[in-house]
């Protein structure tokens, strides 16, 4: 049985510090969000490490580093706490080392989400996330650390996968084709058809009013920890502005999202 879906606006990550990067992909590339190719890149396999203070308290109960170079030994361990001696020592939350690719699995390209899901969401000021058992130089291309707003009901029966092609391909008058190349990018279309007026207001409109069209989000479609998890995965910025539109019985919404995602 699938999972319900949850979205989130990642926090800003406004100070990144590492024990290993290299200059031309330093690590506070993991936070340029609307930049999927600036990544942090390092320079072998030692003091694999991040760390930040969001400048106050936030809520957090989901860690995810997209787009790495994972192993199948690559382990990730979080840490939370209220001050940076904790996130380096002994911290409030800490989930010790997990493997990075959960469930394992792999992928052509390579490249792997890891995905923590918090039970309780953890107020903290300061973060840390320590990369362990890689071989060679890691790199990732974003850090993701915010609340969810999760579906209180399933996504309705016609939602889509699909693909938005940036590039395009026409032919002559003599069948000779001419390509503008560019990327493809996954795209995923569903509807919350009954959301109740409480959940929009303490999850979905926040979200919306902050996001727009233009801001990024995380998307992840069913977080069932099962070997389709990762290609379920989204990130990236909706194709038309977010609303609700008022169901027949009332204080209901129904909710229709559309997003293009850049991994």
């Known amino acids: 049985m699938p999972a319900l879906p949850f979205m989130l606006l990642p926090h800003p990550l406004p100070t990144i510090a590492t024990g290993n990067e290299r ?48 192993q199948p030994g690559t382990t990730i361990r979080v840490r939370l706490g209220t001050t940076q001696a904790q996130v380096d020592g002994s911290a409030p939350y800490d989930s010790g080392a997990l493997p990075f690719i959960s469930p394992a699995i792999s992928r052509e390209d390579g490249l792997y989400h890891a995905h923590l899901e918090i039970p309780s969401p953890v107020t903290a000021r300061w973060w840390r996330i320590d990369i362990g058992g890689h071989t060679g130089d890691f790199e990732a291309a974003k850090a993701i650390i915010g609340q969810k707003v999760t579906s209180g009901r399933y996504y309705d029966k016609n939602f889509e996968f699909g693909v938005q092609d940036l590039g395009d391909l026409d032919y002559g008058r003599w069948g000779v084709p001419a390509e503008d190349e560019g990327l493809i990018f996954r795209t995923v279309t569903f509807k919350l058809p009954w959301v109740v007026n409480s959940e929009f207001e303490s999850g979905w409109r926040p979200l919306i009013e902050k996001v727009g069209k233009r801001q990024p989000i995380f998307l992840c479609f069913d977080p069932q920890a099962t070997a389709y998890r990762q290609s379920k995965t989204y990130f990236g910025t909706f194709r038309d502005t977010p609303f609700a539109t008022g169901g027949v019985k009332p204080g209901t919404f129904a909710m229709e999202y559309g997003l293009l995602s850049y991994i």
Not at 49 to 69: E, K, M, P, S, T
Request: charged share 20%.
């Open 23 to 70: 200059s031309e992909k330093p690590a506070v590339h993991l936070a340029q969000f609307k930049h999927i190719g600036m990544t942090w890149r390092s320079a072998g396999a030692g003091a694999l490490w991040i760390r930040g203070d969001f400048g106050q308290d936030r809520l957090v109960d989901f860690i995810g580093v997209l787009q790495a170079n994972a």
